[in-house]
């Protein structure tokens, strides 16, 4: 399937609605997302448009991963499933932020998607409402990422499955593509349907195509 000729442009209420932030959790290597082969390349600066903080993920005290993150409320954010395992420590600098306290793509679940536990003094940026229904094709995106910044787009397939890489394994995930080119580091960006609602998060992408995963139906609740 070919990408659309034009994204479409962000509406006024779109623009009004991205005075939020989302962290990044670093390391030095990137791992692969569903739409993408696992590689190991260095990262780029973060874009200018963007205020994401860079934060870092441990496991025994070594570095995991870098990804962007997305906040569902004061207590809860998510980010790729493929960007730590659970129990995996999140810090700004040496301030720990939270814990990855469940992965749905290490278990089994289908979706590329982690949750992180935020610790209760962390301060957290507006969150916004989630979609209520799943944008279907062709519904113009955007993809707010650390390092490609905000960016408009399209849904262009129907759902897909593929193996994301993980850790050394594979697992089985669904994701629809977009026609967002996102950089290392976008993974777990929040994604946002025309009308300001959190569609859900990046998963990652191959230069031309995005992957983008929908919230699970149990975490619509948090928001």
Do not use: W
């Amino acid at each position: 399937m070919s990408a659309q000729n034009s994204a479409p442009s962000p509406t006024h209420d779109q623009a009004q609605k991205k005075k939020r932030r989302h962290l990044v959790l670093g390391a030095a290597l990137a791992v692969g997302a569903a739409a993408g082969a696992a590689a190991v390349f260095p990262f780029g600066s973060q874009a200018e448009a963007s205020t994401t903080p860079v934060v870092t993920t441990h496991i025994d005290g070594e570095t995991v991963n870098k990804c962007s993150v997305t906040f569902l409320n004061d207590d809860t954010a998510i980010t790729a499933g493929h960007c730590g395992p659970e129990g995996a420590e999140v810090r700004d600098g040496d301030h720990v932020v939270g814990k990855i306290t469940d992965n749905y793509l290490v278990d089994g679940k289908g979706v590329d998607l982690a949750v992180i536990s935020l610790e209760k003094e962390y301060e957290t940026p507006d969150a916004v409402e989630a979609c209520v229904d799943k944008p279907a094709p062709t519904t113009a995106v955007t993809m707010d990422g650390a390092f490609s910044g905000e960016q408009s787009g399209a849904i262009v397939s129907e759902p897909v499955k593929k193996d994301a890489e993980a850790f050394g394994q594979s697992y089985p995930a669904e994701y629809v593509l977009t026609n967002n080119s996102s950089k290392p580091g976008d993974s777990g960006a929040p994604v946002y349907a025309e009308s300001g609602c959190l569609a859900g998060i990046l998963n990652g992408g191959n230069g031309e195509y995005s992957a983008l995963t929908f919230l699970p139906e149990d975490l619509l609740s948090t928001r």
